[in-house]
T-cell receptor
Framework: QQQVKQSPQSLIVQKGGIPIINCAYE??????FPWYQQFPGKGPALLIAIRPDVSEKKEGRFTISFNKSAKQFSLHIMDSQPGDSATYFC???????????FGKGTRLSVIA | DGGITQSPKYLFRKEGQNVTLSCEQN?????MYWYRQDPGQGLRLIYY???????QKGDIAEGYSVSREKKESFPLTVTSAQKNPTAFYLC????????????FGPGTRLLVL
């Protein structure tokens, strides 16, 4: 069974800090590596994603770093703001027509 | 205005009662999914459907049933066999069978009386 391990479970940072959330996987047959953001009481939404042929992708203040040999990818949030307080999920996509595999989530709190 | 709608926002179930959660999408997406979310558990897949009149069990299908009679609709029934139904239920859809990006609805919170 495919395994995805996300860490940490929760994270508190000061405004302006750079929280880092990690996702490690055990199955090499993933072909797409997204992060989803969920605010309380809402459904998750795609935040940023990367394909395995690149090692880093930036979109605004959000960056994904991908390490294929270590089988892990990370989300970095630059200059974090209180509005970034949310739960973040990694959800790598297995090759073929099968659903995403969601991590258990990281609850981020950015305090002013 | 395209998107996924779920109703109701809150639902109360009595012991021994079946309840049905609605999920409708006007995105013309082929694939639809149901997830259950409990605190600290992340999202767990209940059922998914890649095409009309076809669906597959996810990781926690016991005590649930679904139908996919129309492309835009994928209702979930929580049966009396589901002994711990209290959770936040999320419906999602994706454009095609490759299912790389999922779009989520606002969720339904189910509570047991």
């Amino acid at each position: 069974q495919q395994q995805v391990k996300q860490s940490p479970q929760s994270l508190i940072v000061q405004k302006g800090g750079i929280p880092i959330i990690n996702c490690a996987y055990e199955n090499t047959a993933f072909d797409y590596f997204p992060w989803y953001q969920q605010f309380p009481g809402k459904g998750p939404a795609l935040l940023i994603a990367i394909r395995p042929d690149v090692s880093e992708k930036k979109e605004g203040r959000f960056t994904i770093s991908f390490n294929k040999s270590a089988k892990q990818f990370s989300l970095h949030i630059m200059d974090s703001q209180p509005g970034d307080s949310a739960t973040y999920f990694c959800a790598p996509h297995p090759s073929g027509n099968t659903p995403l595999v969601f991590g258990k989530g990281t609850r981020l709190s950015v305090i002013a | 205005d395209g998107g996924i709608t779920q109703s109701p926002k809150y639902l109360f179930r009595k012991e021994g009662q079946n309840v049905t959660l609605s999920c409708e999408q006007n995105l013309n997406h082929d694939a639809m999914y149901w997830y259950r979310q409990d605190p600290g558990q992340g999202l767990r897949l209940i059922y998914y459907s890649q095409i009309v009149n076809d669906f597959q069990k996810g990781d926690i299908a016991e005590g649930y049933s679904v139908s996919r009679e129309k492309k835009e609709s994928f209702p979930l029934t929580v049966t009396s066999a589901q002994k711990n139904p209290t959770a936040f239920y999320l419906c999602a859809s994706s454009i095609s069978r490759s299912q790389e990006t999922q779009y989520f609805g606002p969720g339904t919170r189910l509570l047991v009386l």
